[in-house]
């Protein structure tokens, strides 16, 4: 296997980063009413080769290169119709999700990554592009497709996205993560909020389901304290964000309806069902705009990838079909069908050779899916790679099958933004190489 540096060619170190973390249509977004972007990341990079898998004569392309980890093309579940130059199966275990590509509701994207401009495999073996940094590091890549750009701040491109938005869409509780991670909705200035299911009612003896009472009153008021000491007084200006943003949770909480459909009783299931029964509040309490980071999964399989061993990719797409196809219907069941969009994500993909231990290797292109009412479903976005190895789209030496993307990371987040309302003024302070592309956005979203 090549080394990270050669493939690369670029040094440094991440900052604090990795540890903390589209053009708009006039008129349109701010006078619309609630929209939400929910973002499940799989970490570790899930292997998309063996998610969306071309069912024609390119499927003997893709058994060659897989060898031992090519799934049977009759255990495939099929997709209606073609996209892309092909017919598709997915994964038999995303099997209770064809429904949903079937009727329009998921939709594929194609080859995702992230890019400083256009490139193509021979234009990356012959070092005639300007490459990502660090490419192929877990910790480096998940900050870099979540929208670090190197600068000094930390933030990500949903963050920054919400910031841009008009006055009216803009709330203290847009940006919205559901664990530690946060690197995609921070923003520059703004605060993100932490929401872990049930939210945070108990800070110590004060329960904010009761702010009167003396405990959560004497909260209240170091909230408010005044001081002339800039640390003092920071202290008391975060305080004050957390306890409101904590306050508002803990409401929500207690006026949310649990869902009854089968999520699972997993860490991911338990944050969907508690995010899924809490957006009908929000979008009632008049807020407009909101993203949901959930990050989830161990998908770096260099070895024993397929199985049943709850490690293996194959059982951890059960959970996440699972637990998917339970979001959306409870969004549908409870008038949000409209107004929730899901992206599915993860840091990069996985070489098309298989690795020794029955696994694969870091690589680059990936297949994101998107989810929910507003999506132009029941297709492939973008442009399918081959899957021959050493072949077109191959950006590895060793011809290990290490896909150059031919959509970038920040097309897809450009898109999403768009659709929450970002003003195309703004699209260059979020994507700053998005200077680059011609085509900035994608049509992911039919309404």
């Not at 920054?160 to 869409?169: A, K, V, W």
């Not at 703004?190 to 909260?219: C, I, K």
């Not at 290990?400 to 929450?420: E, F, I, K, Y």
Request: glycine share 12%; proline share 5%.
């Amino acid at each position: 296997m090549i080394s990270r540096r050669h493939f690369l060619g670029a040094t440094g170190s991440l900052s604090a980063a990795s540890l903390l973390g589209g053009v708009s249509i006039p008129g349109q977004a701010a006078g619309e009413g609630y929209r939400a972007l929910v973002v499940v990341y799989l970490n570790g990079g899930n292997d998309g080769n063996n998610v969306l898998v071309p069912t024609d004569g390119a499927y003997g392309d893709y058994q060659t290169s897989r060898a031992n980890l090519a799934l049977p093309r009759s255990s495939l579940a099929t997709l209606s119709g073609s996209a892309a130059g092909h017919t598709f199966g997915l994964h038999a275990s995303l099997t209770p999700l064809v429904p949903l590509y079937n009727s329009g509701r998921l939709g594929f994207i194609s080859n995702v990554g992230p890019l400083v401009e256009p490139a193509t495999g021979r234009q990356v073996l012959d070092n005639a592009v300007r490459l990502p940094p660090f490419l192929m590091s877990h910790s480096d890549q998940t900050a870099v497709v979540q929208g670090w750009n190197m600068a000094e701040d930390n933030s990500g491109w949903a963050g920054r996205g919400l910031e841009t938005l008009p006055i009216s869409l803009r709330h203290p509780l847009s940006a919205v993560t559901m664990d530690t991670n946060r690197t995609l909705v921070l923003g520059k200035q703004s605060t993100v909020t932490f929401m872990p299911p049930g939210g945070t009612r108990w800070w110590g003896t004060a329960d904010l389901a009761y702010p009167e009472t003396p405990a959560a009153q004497s909260l209240t008021r170091m909230a408010r304290w005044q001081s002339a000491n800039a640390y003092e007084a920071e202290y008391a200006r975060t305080l004050g964000s957390a306890l409101y943003d904590s306050t508002q949770l803990t409401q929500a909480f207690l006026r949310a309806q649990a869902s009854s459909a089968d999520f699972g009783n997993d860490w991911l299931g338990n944050n969907m069902r508690a995010l899924s029964s809490v957006l009908p509040y929000f979008k009632a309490q008049g807020l407009k705009r909101q993203v949901f980071l959930n990050h989830w999964g161990g998908f770096d399989t260099h070895a024993n990838q397929r199985g049943a061993d709850m490690n293996t990719q194959d059982a951890q797409l059960v959970t996440l079909a699972r637990v998917l196809e339970a979001f959306d219907a409870t969004n549908r069941a409870n008038g949000m069908d409209m107004n929730v969009v899901t992206l599915v994500m993860t840091e990069f993909g996985r070489t098309l050779r298989p690795g020794s231990g029955g696994g694969s290797e870091h690589a680059w292109g990936n297949h994101w899916w998107l989810m929910g009412g507003p999506v132009a479903g029941g297709t492939v976005h973008g442009v399918f790679p081959s899957m021959v190895l050493g072949g077109p789209d191959d950006g590895d030496p060793g011809k290990n099958g290490r896909h150059v993307p031919s959509t970038s990371s920040d097309q897809v987040g450009a898109s999403l933004m768009q659709w929450l309302g970002m003003e195309s003024s703004h699209l260059l302070d979020v994507f700053p190489n998005l200077a680059n592309f011609k085509q900035k956005t994608l049509p992911l979203i039919r309404i």
